[in-house]
Each structure stands twice: as structure tokens, then as C-alpha cells.
């Protein structure tokens, strides 16, 4: 389990009016959530695949793929792959996921490296995880998300996040909803690693 770092962030908007289009915005309602990442900056479905060991094989197997010169190198490299891989876990939870793609063994693992390889192309990461790290400063959505305080310019949302504050967010909100904000802050504790994060992002 990480450490959690508890996030605290105060924004007072131009008009009431601008509350409301930040609630809206920041809300996820197929999760339920009051403060989603994913509903601000929202993740691409098609990297929502496992992460993991089988994700270097898969990286791996595609830089040697791509090495290879004649058939002859190519079937090589399928009897080799089909060994290694041939009791490959493509799936985090199996069957029972309900993100279920690829299945096990080796013609599970080609698909899993097709689709690495469609992601790479298309986003510049292979699966979730980096894809997160980059985008949202941190691994996973806002936890515990509450909005703690709703007056009619004023709003405070407070969630946990793992090991750091999720500092791409922060960023993007003062940016993308500039013209609504009157003032932004942020306040995040990570006792853990002493990580105390306090910045004023919007005073106008």
C-alpha cells in the first residue's frame, strides 16, 4: 500500500455561476465521484490495459520483432516468444475482470503486444501507468474525493492521492479554467516521505 498524501484545494471563482461549471467539470458520474482526474484530464480507454513485467516482454518482443531481417529470424523469434510466453498473464484479474481482453499463453501475449504497440504509436506510452504518472502526477484517480465546502463562489475539495500531490492537475485546472477563477490553492501533506506541497496557483 502507498503512502497517501491528503490534498486540500481552495478555489474561490468569479460568480456563482463559475462554481457551478467547476463542480460540473470536476464531477465524474459514472464513478460517482465529486473529483475525478479523469473526468479533468481524461485518460484514453485503450491504455486502461495491465501493467507489468508482461508489459516489457511485450516492448521487448516488439524491438526484436521489429530486428528482424528474413523469415528465417522471424520464426526464430516465434519459437522463442511462444516458449517464454506460453503461460503469459495478459489480464490483471482474469476472466472475472471486467476489462478482460486477452486471455492467457502466447497468442494471448500477441494480441496484449499489438495493443502496446497501437498505444505506443498513438499516445507515446504503453499502458496506463506512465501514461498517469505524466499526465496526472500520480498513479491512480483522486481517492476520498469531498467537497468539504460549497458557498456560492467558494469551494474547497479535499481527496488523497499515492506517495505525491498530483501537481499536472493542479496546473491544468489554473490553466483551463483561468477565465472562472478569482483565487486557486493548493495545500498537500505526505507525512511519510515530508512531503509539504503549498502553492497559490490563481490570485487576481
Request: aromatic share 14%; proline share 4%; hydrophobic share 35%.
Amino acid at each position: 500500500m502507498p503512502n497517501w498524501c491528503e490534498n486540500r484545494l481552495k478555489i474561490e471563482t468569479n460568480t456563482k455561476e463559475d462554481a457551478e461549471i467547476l463542480i460540473s467539470a470536476f464531477r465524474n458520474n459514472e464513478d460517482n465521484k465529486v473529483f475525478s482526474f479523469n473526468s479533468i484530464i481524461p485518460r484514453p480507454k485503450k491504455l486502461d490495459i495491465l501493467e507489468g513485467s508482461v508489459t516489457v516482454r511485450a516492448q521487448k518482443y516488439l524491438e526484436e520483432k521489429k530486428l528482424a531481417k528474413n523469415d528465417k529470424q522471424l520464426k526464430e523469434l516465434e519459437k522463442k516468444w511462444r516458449e517464454e510466453m506460453k503461460d503469459a498473464n495478459c489480464d490483471e484479474f482474469g476472466e472475472e475482470d471486467e476489462d478482460y481482453k486477452f486471455g492467457k499463453g502466447y497468442e494471448a501475449f500477441l494480441k496484449y503486444s499489438d495493443a502496446v504497440a497501437k498505444n505506443l504509436a498513438e499516445y507515446g506510452y504503453p499502458t496506463w501507468y506512465n501514461w498517469s504518472l505524466a499526465n496526472w502526477g500520480v498513479k491512480w484517480d483522486a481517492s476520498s474525493p469531498e467537497l468539504t465546502r460549497r458557498g456560492e463562489k467558494n469551494l474547497i475539495f479535499e481527496f488523497s492521492t499515492p506517495w505525491a500531490p498530483p501537481i499536472p492537475v493542479f496546473e491544468f485546472i489554473a490553466k483551463k479554467f483561468d477565465q472562472n477563477i478569482k483565487f486557486m490553492s493548493v495545500e498537500s501533506i505526505e507525512e511519510g516521505n515530508d512531503i509539504f506541497f503549498n502553492e497559490v496557483y490563481v490570485d487576481k
